[in-house]
Structures are given as structure tokens and as C-alpha cells.
């Protein structure tokens, strides 16, 4: 039986943060009414003329040194002509001929190792608007909000062999661009969308298969299923004896099926050429300087820093720096007084659980990094039990309390009176004859249920390692 190859590379949008869109004033921000975030520039109205918006110049720079990329110290915009409802215009204005970023690379870990996948180029573009399709009037509405928002479009070369190595080069980018502060990344909202070109070939055959496209792909998951999804599709038409058409086609991850949308265009079928109405861009060394000195610590290097410095493991380190929010909670956790190692245990276990468990992300924690390492040290002191740690946290995760204020207000200190818990521990023990008698012929296992009763009788206020200990004391002598 044959055996096949999966062929990959991306081509991946990142919407940037900046305030205003590529080429006019208008405000990006997500979420506002339909068509009022729009202006004669960007609806494409006759005689407006574009105006770049410096900051995504700088954007595309930081994301392009970031990625190892040669930049283009002069560059250009082209327009990339086509007709859709939601392309104002009727072109897009992108870069071809002299993209900002070229020839760069990414290392990605997988379950094989460490690869690089190159990447081809880095261009900016404006975004095109929103379809809304309505199926109870059977008709398309445009929202041109979205028109004109800046892009950076990152183009690998296709290295990729695996939706394993998709998702870690997708992972990769995305934390890079958080780092930066050049994009949120939200696949949700669509400010990274990422385009699957595909081909699958024999096992040791050099020449490429015929690609296709695959869009509409807005989280990891569906990326992952349509991998796997176009891959038996196409290896079955090889097997059948037909062909692969190049072309574009739809992902719908509710069926997990797709369908063809267009056959995939080629450059000349866009009629490129250099846009009239935007100048040249020149970039001096010293902007690139600029940009350089101003880079930020990125993933890979605070993960090592957070293992050398602050000897964590390296998969706390890696939790901690997946996500640049949580890695900031964890940095300011450390600055308020907690100890690296137990503000780590804090965010990678209960915080990490109680995020998914509420679906939400990271920027949403709505504790103090302070309180955090208040809770810390009123366990540390022996004030409070690991239990009622645990019950604090859960309430100052949702409404950010102050955890001394809560402990005291709501009695939930251990009780420091030795004597009561002492005679806590004789009476259970005389109440409990039968298990007594168990632990005292070795059955260990017994002590749980008993330091559970005095845990009980106690009102949880009471060290548990410290009754067990009491516990065997009374029994043992």
C-alpha cells in the first residue's frame, strides 16, 4: 500500500493593535455597530486618498526582526485588483513585488523535536469588510467596519508535515505577536485567520502535489480537523485515479466537511501593480535600530530565564509563559512579596483550572498580583489551611477580595488552641472505637477518615498533617 506525505505551509493574517485603520482615521476597535467605524476612505468613495498609517509600518518591523526576517529597506504598496461585496474598492492594497519582510524563520517544538520552518514573507495589507449572511431574508448584509483595518500577513514556505507542527507554528506566531503588543491574536474575533494550503504526495517524492486552499478556519481545532480532513480526501481521489483540483475551498467544522468555493487564483489573475496614490517607503538603519533595542523578552527566552532564575520546571515554565498576561500575573505576583515557586504552584494549578473551567483566558484574571501573594503568606504563617486557601482563592478569583480581610471577617482562621484540639482528638477517637482499633493493628489508611471527622468537628479551621500527627500520638502514645 502507498504510503503519503502531507504538505503544508500558511498563510496567516494578524490584525494589528493599532488604533486607527492602515490608511485613515477611523477607529479599529472590535465589536462597534455595523458601519460606523467607516469614512470615504475606507468604503473606497471616489477621489479619497490613502494615507499610511505609521505605527503598522513599525508593527510589521517588530514582527519581521521577531521572525528572524531580512527587512525590505525600501518597500511599496500594490493593488491587488478583484471584485467581492465586501472590497469597497474593488482592489485591496497589499504588498507583492517589494514586501517589508522576507526570508525569515520560526523553531517550533513537536513531539519529534525542535524545527524550522521558514518563512517566505511578511507583507501589510488592509483588511476587506464583513459579510453577514441572514438565512431568515435570504440575503447578505456588508459591514464595512472591518475595511481598512491593518494586516500583516505572514507566508511560510510549506515545511510543514503534520497538523501537530501546523498548530505549534500557529501557537508559536500567536505568542510572539502578544509579546510584541503587535496583535491580540483572538481567533475568535478573527484578528488571526489562517489560510491552509495543502498537497499530499508519495513517501519519498520530491515534486509537490496539486495544492488546495482551505479558509474559514478560526480556531486550532477546526485548523487541526481540516488538515486531516483535506489529507484523506485527497489521498482517496489519488486512490480512485482521479485528480486534485487546485482550488479554494471551504472548511465547515460543523459537518467537518468542506466544499469548493473558487478554483485557487494565481498572481497574474489579480492584475497587480504599483499602487498610484501611496509613495515609496524608506527605512533607515536607525529605525530599525529603534525597533531592535526596543524588543521585548519573548516566550522561548523568559521560559529559560524563569527556570535559571526562579527554578521552576520547564513545563511550569512553559505554562506560565504561554500566555504573555499570565506570565505578566506571574512577575508582578513576585514583585508584591510571593515566593516564585508557590506563586507558580498558584497560577499553573488553580488559577490555570478555574480559567477553563469559566472559559476564560488569562488578560481576564481579575485578582490583584498583592492579593495573590497575601494568600501565600497566610498560608505560609499557618493562619489558614491548604483547604481553606483553596476556598479563599475561588472567591478572590471572582470578585478580588482581600484575602486577610476575608479570613477575618468570616472566622476563618485555624484555630491556634492547642488544648481544643487536642480534646478534639480524644473525642473522636472515643467515638470512633472500631477504627481506632484498625489503626492501631496498621491499617494506615484509616487516619484519612479520622482526621476527616476532627477536620469536621473543627469546622475545617484546624492544620490536617497537624492532626494526623495528634491523631497517632493519642493512639500510639
Request: aromatic share 8%; with cysteine.
Amino acid at each position: 500500500m502507498k504510503q503519503y506525505e502531507t504538505v503544508i505551509g500558511l498563510e496567516v493574517h494578524v490584525e494589528l493593535a493599532t488604533k486607527t485603520k492602515i490608511f485613515c482615521g477611523c477607529s479599529t476597535a472590535f465589536g462597534a455597530a455595523p458601519n460606523t467605524h467607516v469614512c470615504p476612505v475606507c468604503t473606497g468613495m471616489p477621489g479619497s486618498l490613502p494615507v499610511l498609517n505609521r505605527q503598522v509600518v513599525e508593527f510589521a518591523l517588530k514582527a519581521g526582526l521577531a521572525l528572524n526576517c531580512e527587512i525590505n529597506q525600501f518597500c511599496k504598496f500594490d493593488r491587488k485588483n478583484y471584485f467581492y461585496p465586501d472590497n469597497p474598492q474593488n482592489y485591496q492594497i497589499s504588498q507583492l513585488y517589494l514586501p517589508i519582510c522576507h526570508d525569515g524563520f520560526v523553531e517550533i517544538e513537536t513531539g519529534s523535536g525542535t524545527k524550522k520552518v521558514r518563512i517566505h514573507e511578511i507583507h501589510m495589507e488592509e483588511d476587506a469588510g464583513k459579510l453577514v449572511h441572514d438565512d431568515w431574508t435570504d440575503s447578505s448584509l456588508v459591514d464595512y467596519n472591518r475595511s481598512g483595518v491593518p494586516l500583516i500577513e505572514i507566508v511560510s514556505e510549506p515545511d510543514m508535515r503534520s497538523a501537530d507542527e501546523v498548530i505549534a507554528y500557529l501557537t508559536c506566531l500567536q505568542s510572539t505577536m502578544q509579546y510584541l503588543g503587535v496583535s491580540d491574536c483572538r481567533l475568535q474575533e478573527g484578528s488571526m485567520r489562517a489560510d491552509v494550503n495543502l498537497s499530499v504526495r508519495e513517501v519519498g517524492s520530491s515534486a509537490f502535489g496539486t495544492r488546495t486552499e482551505m479558509k474559514n478556519l478560526n480556531s486550532f481545532k477546526a485548523i487541526a480537523r481540516a488538515i486531516d480532513g483535506e489529507r484523506e480526501r485527497q489521498i482517496e481521489l489519488i486512490e480512485e485515479g482521479k485528480s486534485v483540483i487546485q482550488e479554494t475551498r471551504r472548511w465547515d467544522d460543523n459537518k467537518e466537511s468542506s466544499h469548493a468555493m473558487r478554483s485557487k487564483e494565481d498572481a497574474k489573475d489579480y492584475r497587480y501593480f504599483p499602487d498610484p496614490d501611496l509613495p515609496p517607503i524608506t527605512i533607515s538603519d536607525e529605525w530599525i535600530a529603534k525597533i531592535k533595542s526596543e524588543q521585548p523578552e519573548l516566550k522561548r527566552e523568559k521560559a529559560a530565564r524563569y527556570q535559571s532564575e526562579y527554578g521552576l520546571s520547564a513545563y511550569d515554565a512553559d505554562l506560565l509563559t504561554g500566555d504573555k498576561a499570565l506570565a505578566e500575573r506571574f512577575e508582578a505576583s513576585i514583585a508584591a512579596g510571593a515566593a516564585p515557586k508557590k506563586a507558580a504552584n498558584w497560577l499553573t494549578g488553580e488559577t490555570l483550572r478555574l480559567l477553563k473551567e469559566k472559559n476564560m483566558e488569562p488578560g481576564e484574571i481579575r485578582f490583584a498580583p498583592e492579593h495573590l501573594a497575601a494568600l501565600i503568606l497566610l498560608f505560609e504563617k499557618g493562619v489558614i489551611n491548604n483547604q481553606t486557601a483553596k476556598e479563599v482563592f475561588a472567591v478572590m478569583f471572582d470578585g478580588d477580595v482581600d484575602p486577610e480581610t476575608y479570613v477575618s471577617e468570616h472566622g476563618l482562621k485555624m484555630e491556634s488552641d492547642s488544648g481544643l484540639l487536642t480534646e478534639t482528638v480524644k473525642k473522636i477517637i472515643d467515638a470512633n472505637p472500631k477504627a481506632a482499633g484498625e489503626l492501631r493493628e496498621g491499617k494506615d489508611k484509616v487516619i484519612g477518615f479520622l482526621v476527616g471527622q476532627v477536620m469536621r468537628e473543627m469546622k475545617g479551621k484546624a492544620d490536617p498533617a497537624l492532626v494526623g500527627d495528634l491523631i497517632r500520638k493519642q493512639i500510639f502514645g
